[in-house]
């Protein structure tokens, strides 16, 4: 395993780049896959560390999982009970997405507190009342999680904030749930799109999604199983452009949709590159001589993304003048700020 990265710098970025499926997409779609009966088929899929703790919980809860290259195959039909194992719900937060589909598919889910990075508080109480509203019953003690829901009953569901996490996982209880449900303030991302998506191919009946509401009317009949591509990874294409606007050069990112990243492009073209946004991908020329721009104020989607706030900091170290940076989505986003100091940037935290 490598120990580190050795980064030489002062040469321009030229060519293409392939961008990967996005994990934010993969994790609720490998979560949904629990809700067929037959194997589902995932192309795209990124071979990361969160996506293997995924599949060592679908593999857990017995199912037979296969990876090809960057396509998965999860057949759910050998599962055996609906305990995900602690070591590997403790390894990320997303498997709290499993709760969802466990429940939606056996009316019961155990598990342990979810693990996950350090971005400050990030409780799962919107996940808990969204099962509660649905009917389930929850337990809680030594540090375990249980649900009980045999007859899960569709109803409004009113979000406090709009949380991604929050929203997927109602979405996935509402498709076991008889009758119709409603989601409001619901989260408007991309990744959200991919998931109603996903379910309509498996049979489900969802719409909405995109927008503050999203519709779930209870499955009647099992839902059966599908292929499905995983869209382009936003935050990755977000990275790829920070480092080509930073070193300069010319670079194409094949396989992303450019509406995912316009604050994105809105910010680097403010800070002088040239960007031509195409059908198949974005292409992004700079001359490394950027300019500061506006104040930049992290916010859900369609904002601008907390999680491109670090990698377009470090491009606009770059710049002439200054650029203030307002993070308005999580705690702890500024661990690299310590670290950009000691390479000699010049960057202050107020507050």
Not at 18 to 23: C, L, N, R, S
Not at 130 to 140: E, I, K, M, P, W
Not at 241 to 247: D, G, K, R
Not at 297 to 318: C, E, H, I, K, N
């Amino acid at each position: 395993m490598m120990d580190y990265f050795a980064v030489e710098g002062g040469r321009p970025l030229e060519g293409r780049v392939f961008v990967h499926g996005a994990k934010n997409s993969a994790l609720p779609l490998l979560a949904a896959t629990l809700l067929a009966d037959g194997e589902s088929v995932l192309h795209n899929c990124p071979d990361l560390t969160d996506i293997s703790a995924a599949l060592g919980i679908l593999s857990g809860l017995g199912c037979r999982v296969r990876r090809e290259g960057a396509t998965v195959m999860v057949d759910p039909t050998c599962r055996r009970g609906h305990t995900i194992p602690d070591e590997l719900m403790g390894q990320m937060r997303a498997s709290v997405l499993f709760l969802g589909s466990l429940l939606a598919r056996d009316g019961e889910a155990v598990a342990c507190w979810p693990g996950g990075c350090a971005l400050g508080a990030r409780p799962i109480d919107l996940h808990i009342r969204a099962f509660q509203a649905l009917g389930a019953q929850v337990r809680s003690w030594n540090g375990r999680l249980s649900f009980y829901g045999p007859r899960l009953h569709g109803r409004r569901l009113a979000l406090p904030i709009p949380s991604v996490g929050a929203t997927e996982n109602a979405m996935l209880a509402a498709v076991g749930a008889s009758g119709v449900t409603t989601i409001s303030n619901a989260a408007r991302e991309p990744e959200i799109v991919d998931l109603q998506t996903f379910l309509r191919k498996l049979g489900a009946s969802v719409h909405g999604a995109g927008t503050s509401t999203v519709v779930v009317e209870g499955a009647e009949q099992p839902l059966h199983s599908c292929c499905h591509r995983i869209l382009g990874d936003r935050i990755a294409a977000a990275t790829y452009l920070a480092a080509a606007a930073a070193a300069g050069g010319d670079v194409f990112l094949r396989d992303i949709d450019y509406r995912h990243l316009s604050t994105v492009t809105g910010v680097l073209r403010q800070a002088g590159c040239t960007l031509s946004c195409q059908e198949d991908g974005i292409r992004l020329v700079s001359d490394g001589r950027l300019r500061a721009v506006s104040p930049i104020r992290t916010a859900p989607y369609p904002g601008f993304p907390t999680d491109a706030q670090a990698v377009v900091m470090s491009a606009l170290l770059r710049s002439s003048g200054t650029t203030v940076f307002v993070e308005n989505i999580f705690e702890s986003r500024y661990h690299h700020v310590p670290e950009l100091v000691r390479m000699g940037a010049d960057i202050r935290l107020e507050g």
